[in-house]
Structure formats: structure tokens, C-alpha cells
């Protein structure tokens, strides 16, 4: 076992249990009976164990699989069909056929043209465009009809030859309008701009190069989305779209990462594959799931979840709690997986370069076995043991409790601020915090405890009487391509519940900050590099900083 580890910062001239912290091995907490006048250190962070994922021993009942050569697939909720493209490597290919998910049969393949690879649907399930690889161009397809229609190119480059599509989305509301990541073909970079076109028309403006290799409609028509994949540090940029064309509005770097990464939009926010979720209005990244940093994503707002295919499991998440719901293997899968699509009300689909189609039912997820609570072990007179995961430590004198935070791999209770009772050694009832809590910081009246969501760059005000979160707020983004802030340390303006100091950094940039219910002061500090400990004095105008460096002077002053 490490030595013990107790931080004595401020005489809080009282009595209690104190809870002592060490390093050890099952992520326990200690806590050692010890009356005396003391003072309770601010943090005392140790080692946490990942917590697994347990099941009920359920047997999925159906995972299909068809062999089926496909490129790409979409799903018509008005006559509940999948639809395929079919390359010409595939028998009867250079075409779009239908596939019935319930019963999990193909239907006859209605020609398109050379070579059919992605493919989008417009939301009143009228047309499906589908890009024609072999001839630099695209295909409208009728629904009700089945039948192939308009064929359009994309331009072309001086320098590079003929556009392709790299990625498409027909615009809400507008079926004849698709919005088209356009792409060169044998060259790195690919992205070759954003163009709109209407009935194979283009608009006038275009991107520039770079601008994205996937794209997303937001809520509005006049809105979209890219993610360039291929760059370093990755640009997500918000695109406007009007009569002329489309237009870059804004940028953010480093919200989403990953080569190769994909997006989803859905209920106002970007989902992804790399795990993170980030709102596209506000540039605020809200959380992260654990344990994801690429596959396939898929959020379903109305049943409050995300599924990812990832590693040949697909997982399914709660969007409020970012916690583990369920898991399901998937086995005898060949080649590479792509296209995850929703059917229905209860299934998902994938088709893989291995030539196959799987067909899953929700209800066949393995749901995730509520873990225990832990319970506290007397290992010595006076000493008890907790086993529990935690990031951090705060003590609130009114109650009398210790707090902790608890990361998701706690189990199921898991992104979470949980109260202690010292003198028990027992865990209270856990609340749902945010995205991977970490350091903990509390004001000098035991009204709220701010906790840092370092999966979420942001921070999160409890209230401690009510138990229950209140504000969570980005800490804003650094200069040039950083990304955002996230924070490093904490403290809590003394007299003024509501105002938090911040050492904040963002891969070069690092600062101290002040922010007041969640709202950033006008100045702060620069040229602060790893600033890893913050504390006021016994006045709220003067805050120490300890790295590099040791600052006396006064940084924050607080104005009534």
C-alpha cells in the first residue's frame, strides 16, 4: 500500500471523522476514526479500478445476417425498406435494391448506373440520391415509382479531374436539393469543398478545399455541418446556406478528433464516432462516452440512446447519464463494418466490405447488471474500507459528509457526485452529474461543490441542500487551434458561493480565470504553464498559484 495521503489546507475549527486517502490497489477508500480538532485537506485524490460490465447470461435471440455485395445503405421509414447500392462486383449490381428487415429478404435490383456507392434519402422518403463512382456523377431515384431518374456531375478541377462525392445529405424539407462533400480522386488531401445543387444545378458558392469529408443538416435547412477527417488539428466547421450557395459561418478545433471519424446529427447536437458529443450552437462539448474512440455511431433521441459499433460489439448508451446500458457481440462478421442505420422502432442494421448485412433487434442487447453498493470493511479497530471508485474528495461541514466523484467505470452509478458518511464508512444515494467528474471544489458555506466533467470540457455547480445539479458551463476556447478549455484546478471565491476561479489549459494555452455562475470575467492571467494547485488567501482578492511558478500578486478581484 502507498503511504497515506492527507492535505491540511484551512482550520475549519470544528470536530468530525476525518477520511484519510490512499493509493491502493481495488480502488478502495479508508477511512480511519480519528477525533481530534483538525482541519480536512481540500482534495485527496487516489487510484481508481476499472469497473466491468456485467450480464444477465441472456441469449440474443436473432442476429441476421444476409450475403449481400453492397456500398452503402439507407432506410425508408414510409414503406419500411432498407435500400442497398450494389457495386458491379456484385451479382446484378450497378444497382439499388431493396431489402425487407423483418423479413430479411432482397427484393428484384433496379439498375443505376457504374459503379453506385453513397447514398441519402430525403426526409419525406421521395428520392434516394446515389453517388455513381464510374462516372464522376449523381443519381436520383424515385421511391414510389422505382425507378432511376435524374443524373448530374459535380464539376470538376483544372489540376485534380472530375469531383466525386465523398459524403451527401439531401436537404429537410427539400427533396430535389442535396448539399455534397465533394472529394479528387487518388490524392491526399481529398476535399475538394461543399457545393449545393438543385435538381443537379449547382449554386453558385462553393467551400473552400478542406472544408469537410462528412456532413450533416442541422434542424434548419439554412444549416450544416462538416468534419474534415483527414486534417490535423481536425476542423468542424458551420456552414449557412442561401440562394447562392453555402458559406463557412464558424470554426472549431479539436471539439471532435480522429482520422477517419464520422458524424451524426439528432436532436440538436453532433454525435461522434470517436465518442464525443458536441453542440454545434454553443461549440460547447458536452460529454464523451467511455471507451469509444471510433466505429459507428447511431443516436436515437426518443428512446434516450446511442448505439456504437465498435470492436465487433455494439454498445448502447443512456444520452443523459453517458452510462453504459447494454452490449451486444457480434460475431462472424468479415472485412470492415460501415453503414449503421435504424430500422424501425427496434432494429439496426450494418453491411461490411466482407460482403454482409447484419440485422439486429434493440431488444437483443444485453442490458448492463446494476452494480452493488458498495459495502464499507472494518480491516483494523478504527479503520474501515470502502471499495469505490473515485476522482476526488470534498468535505461539507454542514452535513457532515464527505463527497466523491465518481467516474463512469464506478458501474452503473457511475458519472455521479456521491455522499460518504465518514463515520459509517456507507455510501448515500449517487447523482448523475455529467460526463467523467473529476476534481471536486466547495464553497465556504457548503452551498454548492463545482465539479470538473474532463469528459465534457465544462464544469458543474451542486447545490448540496437540494442534491441536485444546477449549471454546467464550457470554459471556453483557447487561441489559434487548441480547442477548448478544460480545466486543470479549482477554487471557490471565499463569501461568494457563486464564483469560481479556474486554471484552465488547452494544449499550449493555459490561464487562470474567474467565472461567476458560469459567466468568464473580462481579464485573465497568461503565460501560467502547468499551474497544477490554486488557492485563495483569507481575502477573495488574492489567489496563489503553484507550477512553474509561485504568483502573489492579485489576479481575481471580486466586486460585490
Not at 465518442?275 to 447511431?298: D, E, K, M, R, W
Not at 471565491?493 to 489549459?505: K, T
Not at 481575502?539 to 509561485?550: D, I, S
Request: charged share 10%; with cysteine.
Amino acid at each position: 500500500m502507498s503511504p497515506l495521503i492527507s492535505r491540511h489546507r484551512r482550520s475549519r475549527g470544528f470536530r468530525f471523522i476525518s477520511i484519510l486517502v490512499a493509493v491502493v490497489t481495488g480502488a478502495c477508500l479508508w477511512a480511519v476514526s480519528q477525533q481530534a480538532n483538525a482541519s480536512f485537506g481540500k482534495h485527496g485524490q487516489f487510484s481508481t479500478g476499472a469497473a466491468s460490465e456485467s450480464d444477465t447470461g441472456r441469449t440474443p435471440a436473432t442476429i441476421r445476417q444476409i450475403s449481400l455485395t453492397t456500398k452503402d445503405l439507407v432506410y425508408d421509414p414510409v414503406g419500411q425498406r432498407i435500400y442497398a447500392s450494389l457495386p458491379s462486383s456484385a451479382p446484378s449490381g450497378n444497382s439499388l435494391v431493396q431489402i425487407d428487415p423483418v423479413a430479411g429478404t432482397v427484393g428484384t435490383p433496379v439498375p443505376l448506373g457504374s459503379e453506385p456507392g453513397k447514398l441519402a434519402i430525403s426526409d419525406n422518403s421521395q428520392y434516394i440520391y446515389a453517388s455513381l463512382d464510374g462516372s464522376a456523377s449523381v443519381r436520383r431515384f424515385d421511391i414510389a415509382s422505382q425507378t432511376a431518374g435524374l443524373e448530374f456531375t459535380l464539376g470538376s478541377d483544372s489540376s485534380f479531374g472530375n469531383f466525386f462525392v465523398d459524403d451527401m445529405r439531401v436537404m429537410p424539407g427539400q427533396p430535389t436539393t442535396v448539399a455534397v462533400a465533394r472529394r479528387r480522386q487518388s490524392f491526399t488531401p481529398r476535399a475538394m469543398g461543399v457545393a449545393i445543387y438543385d435538381n443537379g444545378a449547382v449554386r453558385l458558392n462553393t467551400t473552400a478545399t478542406l472544408t469537410a469529408n462528412v456532413i450533416e443538416f442541422g434542424a434548419s435547412p439554412t444549416t450544416l455541418y462538416g468534419y474534415v477527417n483527414e486534417a490535423s488539428p481536425p476542423p468542424f466547421n458551420v456552414m449557412t446556406i442561401n440562394g447562392s450557395g453555402v458559406t463557412v459561418s464558424s470554426t472549431f478545433f479539436n471539439h471532435i478528433t480522429g482520422f477517419g471519424t464520422d458524424i451524426r446529427f439528432a436532436g440538436g447536437l453532433i454525435y461522434a464516432t470517436s465518442g464525443q458529443v458536441f453542440n454545434p450552437s454553443t461549440g460547447a462539448l458536452l460529454g464523451t462516452y467511455a471507451g469509444i474512440t471510433s466505429g459507428l455511431v447511431v443516436p436515437d433521441p426518443a428512446a434516450n440512446r446511442v448505439y456504437f459499433l465498435t470492436g465487433g460489439t455494439l454498445r448502447a448508451f443512456d444520452l443523459t447519464t453517458f452510462m453504459p446500458t447494454g452490449t451486444l457481440p457480434i460475431t462472424g462478421m468479415s472485412g470492415t463494418p460501415s453503414s449503421l442505420i435504424k430500422w424501425g422502432n427496434d432494429g439496426l442494421a450494418f453491411r461490411t466490405s466482407g460482403n454482409q448485412v447484419f440485422l439486429i433487434s434493440i431488444a437483443d442487447l444485453v442490458p448492463v447488471s446494476p452494480s452493488s453498493t458498495p459495502t464499507p470493511v472494518q480491516v483494523a479497530p478504527g479503520i474501515s474500507r470502502l471499495p469505490l471508485s473515485t476522482n476526488d474528495l470534498v468535505y461539507d461541514s454542514n452535513t457532515q459528509k464527505v463527497y466523491a466523484s465518481l467516474p463512469s467505470s464506478a458501474g452503473t452509478f457511475g458519472n455521479s457526485l456521491a455522499p460518504i458518511d465518514p463515520q459509517t464508512a456507507t455510501m448515500g444515494n449517487p447523482v448523475v452529474v455529467g460526463s467523467e467528474p473529476k476534481g471536486l471544489a466547495i464553497s465556504d458555506n457548503g452551498q454548492y461543490i463545482y465539479t470538473d466533467l474532463s469528459g465534457g470540457a465544462s464544469v458543474r455547480r451542486f447545490d448540496v441542500a437540494s442534491q441536485s445539479p444546477q449549471i454546467q458551463f464550457a470554459l471556453g476556447a483557447a487561441s489559434a487551434n487548441s480547442g477548448p478549455f478544460r480545466p486543470n484546478e479549482m477554487a471557490v471565491v471565499p463569501g461568494s458561493p457563486s464564483s469560481v476561479a479556474m486554471s484552465r489549459s488547452a494544449s499550449g494555452d493555459q490561464n487562470l480565470s474567474v467565472f461567476d455562475d458560469g459567466i468568464q470575467r473580462a481579464n485573465s492571467t497568461v503565460g501560467l504553464f502547468n499551474t497544477t494547485h490554486i488557492e485563495f488567501s483569507s481575502v477573495p482578492t488574492t489567489l496563489y498559484a503553484f507550477g512553474n511558478g509561485f504568483l502573489t500578486n492579485s489576479v481575481c478581484r471580486h466586486r460585490g
